[in-house]
């Protein structure tokens, strides 16, 4: 008799499953609950202890840990020592196994759980007889998802069995199901002893979506989220209405969301190819829009849009004028969804915004044969602890345009110059090879309204071309990190010309 060993947390579909395998001659062995459901549903089944002749113990810490379980799994049928082995110590073939693991995530997930329920759900025999199942899969079945019953039960009535390309595709799935478990149980373990930089570094990453293509339509794409998910990411938006999101326009939005976590008043993030074209503060978000788009009306064309606040109907007819991606809000009025659902594919998405100061992580970025792990720049320097290092002091109104400016700099690309007024930034210019050419192309866009604006210069001046260029195109403060060898060659074209000139001591490089 053929035998299947069914043991599953998730109990999704496990009743017609079982019930396909007994109608195809198939005897069950179950454990606990798994066996609680199918005796239930009258369907007939072998306990565990039966098979083992050991009772379960340690609070069913052991119980499928046995050799007539695991012979009977590895046991391999084209080798004859290994079946007068089985038949010498009376194990009988397990031929399919249906695993799945207690659930460690939804258990870490949980508000307020301790390290000992985490612990006490790290499965020990599930992973066992799955990975035996799979390692033994040129004879044995082995299926961790339920997705995948009906393909074997389909095989099952048409060839008598399951085939081998198919166990090998399901043994493949078994081990990235496993190893993924075990990054889970690793990242959290790892935090746990505040281990920062470990000797081997395990990420798990669960399939969102296939991507019709990446950068460009020559690039197969996919996107992956976290395995716990983040409330405030890209990831986790509810799409209300229009296009799939592509490759580019995932990328665009998850840097929009991550200067929008820079502002709290109503604010409007424009974004173009990962650099903010336009940012606007004011009291409602009506007044941040307009603050955003006069922000550069051309480059906005096109764009993402990140608002911090609902969306109202005037906020929404004002932006139903325009050709944009991408809307991401809170919220959004009824009446609001319907002007901009009037466009077919305008991408309409909502994120949770309640949680956006508490999902700074680390980051990762790929390499030819490697991977980068850094702290998200989340460094928010205070007022106070800036140093006015020329003659002329800023004015109130100077340094409040300059900590607008410093929070925006910080998200644009290197060489990254932005020119920006208390409530709006007015000129961006980055990803320069050189920073005076980024101060040209800032005051250029900025025009007219240089002269009611500051400069923040994300790293330090290494010439003092920039400063001057600066001050005779009208700006009369500057805010920049420091610490250049020529520091005091900018200082003295700063006092030349009567700018202030502020130092904060840190540097936001973005590449």
């Given amino acids: 008799m053929t035998r299947a060993l069914i043991s599953v947390s998730d109990k999704k579909g496990v009743i017609a499953f079982a019930e396909g395998l007994i109608e195809n001659g198939i005897e069950i062995i179950s454990t606990g609950g798994t066996k609680k459901v199918l005796d239930e549903a009258g369907i007939p089944t072998i306990s565990i202890e039966e098979v083992t002749d050991f009772p379960e113990m340690m609070d069913g810490r052991v119980k499928t840990l046995h050799p007539k379980i695991h012979g009977g799994l590895l046991g391999r049928r084209d080798l004859a020592s290994h079946m007068e082995a089985m038949a010498a110590s009376q194990i009988t073939p397990i031929d399919f196994v249906c695993v799945n693991l207690y659930p460690f995530k939804e258990t870490i997930m949980k508000s307020g759980v301790t390290e000992e329920e985490a612990i006490e759900n790290i499965d020990i025999g599930g992973p066992s007889m799955l990975r035996s199942a799979a390692k033994n899969h040129q004879f044995v079945t082995a299926v961790v998802d339920p997705a995948d019953y009906p393909v074997v039960l389909s095989e099952l009535k048409e060839l008598g069995g399951t085939s081998l390309a198919t166990r090998k595709k399901l043994a493949a799935k078994v081990f990235r199901h496993t190893a993924a478990y075990d990054a889970l149980i690793a990242q959290y373990l790892t935090g ?303 006092n030349k010309y009567g700018v202030a000139m502020v130092f904060t001591g840190v540097r936001h490089f973005r590449h």
């Fill in 192 to 494: 746990q002893v505040a281990e920062r930089e470990p000797e081997k570094l395990t990420l798990t990453f669960d399939r969102k979506q296939d991507l019709r293509y990446g950068e460009n339509s020559h690039q197969k794409a996919a996107f992956y989220e976290t395995a716990l998910p983040e409330s405030y990411s890209i990831a986790q938006a509810q799409q209300l209405h229009g296009k799939e999101l592509s490759f580019n326009n995932i990328r665009d939005a998850d840097a929009a969301l991550r200067i929008m976590r820079e502002y709290q008043e109503p604010t409007v993030v424009a974004l173009k190819h990962m650099n903010p074209c336009g940012i606007g503060s004011a009291s409602t978000i009506f007044a941040a829009w307009n603050a955003a788009y006069e922000a550069d009306p051309v480059s906005i064309f096109g764009g993402i849009i990140v608002l911090n606040r609902e969306v109202d109907l005037p906020t929404a007819e004002a932006m139903h004028k325009l050709f944009l991606e991408i809307i991401i809000a809170p919220s959004f009025t009824p009446e609001s969804l319907e002007v901009l659902k009037t466009k077919k594919n305008i991408r309409l998405l909502t994120v949770d915004f309640t949680v956006k100061d508490s999902t700074y992580t680390e980051e990762t970025v790929s390499v030819l044969g490697g991977l980068l792990v850094q702290d998200e720049d989340v460094a928010m320097e205070e007022k106070q602890d800036w140093q006015v290092v020329t003659d002329r002091k800023p004015t109130e109104k100077e340094l409040a345009a300059m900590a607008f400016a410093w929070r925006a700099v910080k998200h644009v690309k290197s060489n990254a110059i932005v020119l920006a007024n208390e409530h709006q930034t007015v000129g961006i210019g980055a990803g320069q090879m050189n920073r005076v050419g980024s101060v040209k192309i800032a005051i250029e866009q900025a025009g007219a309204k240089t002269k009611d604006a500051v400069l923040a210069s994300d790293a330090y001046f290494p010439m003092d071309d920039s400063v001057e260029y600066a001050a005779k195109h009208g700006i009369k403060a500057i805010i920049q990190p420091g610490g250049s060898i020529k520091d005091k060659a900018s200082i003295d074209m700063a």
